[in-house]
């Protein structure tokens, strides 16, 4: 799927693309907290930031489990 001769972009909406397919809510996670990684790289303080602020998304979704 990645494509060295394209973009990082190019390659991260072809990813997202590729991830709605699969499940658009956690598509929009990701998507929605993956500047953290864009603007301030993969460092520790970054991956941190970004694991806290997915970790808080994805426990705030609705349960499954109380769905009708």
Do not use: H, Q, W, Y
């Not at 190019?10 to 809510?25: G, M, S, T, Y």
């Not at 520790?44 to 426990?59: H, I, P, Y």
Request: net charge negative; with cysteine.
């Amino acid at each position: 799927m990645f494509d060295a001769d394209k973009s990082l972009d190019d390659n991260l909406a072809a990813f997202r693309a590729e991830c709605e397919k699969l499940d658009a809510d956690c598509a929009k996670i990701l998507f929605d907290n993956i500047d953290v990684l864009k603007l301030k790289g993969a460092d520790r303080d970054a991956r941190s930031a970004f694991n806290a602020k997915v970790k808080a998304a994805l426990e705030a979704l609705p349960d499954p489990a109380t769905k009708a």
